[in-house]
């Protein structure tokens, strides 16, 4: 089975029950066991979307330790450099430091099915090979 990147918005949306994508979400992460990849920048930002309520705070690391998500730090020089590439090569969409390390890990990694609720950034970024992404949530409905 395909490890799928995973994005800020569908955690947000899963961890939200009033987000207008809580149901396409929820079908996605409930509909099977997969490898689960992302970045303390996805985290972070979904931490700061959640700041209202500690529970989901709490329910955020709760749900990436139980689906046993593997998370990359996104801290050496190295991966800075390419994420402020990235950043700077799609500022007309404009891409955000969580986008951009996600788009990097998926260079790294070699997988290009995101879960994502940005249609409109990962229908245009690419990577450094000019790989597409597949956005596992047009599989989806809610």
């Keep these: 089975m395909t490890p799928w990147l995973v994005d800020t918005g569908p ?32 985290i972070t930002e979904a931490m700061y979307l959640l700041r209202t309520s ?8 709760g749900f990436l330790r139980d689906c046993r998500a593997n998370i990359e730090a996104f ?8 994420v402020v590439a990235l950043m700077a090569k799609y500022r007309d969409l404009p891409m955000d430091f969580a986008d951009a390390s996600v788009v990097a890990l998926a260079e790294r990694l070699e997988i290009y099915d995101v879960l994502t609720t940005d249609e409109r950034g990962f229908r245009v970024f690419r990577t450094a090979r000019n790989k597409w992404f597949h956005l596992v949530l047009d599989g989806f409905s809610g």
């Design 75 to 82: 801290s050496s020089f190295e991966e800075l450099d390419r």
């Design 54 to 61: 500690p529970a989901a705070c709490a329910n955020l690391v």
């Design 11 to 42: 955690v947000v949306a899963y961890l939200d029950p009033d987000d207008p994508m809580h149901e396409r979400a929820s079908a996605a992460f409930d509909s099977e066991s997969r490898t689960l990849w992302t970045t303390m920048p996805v």
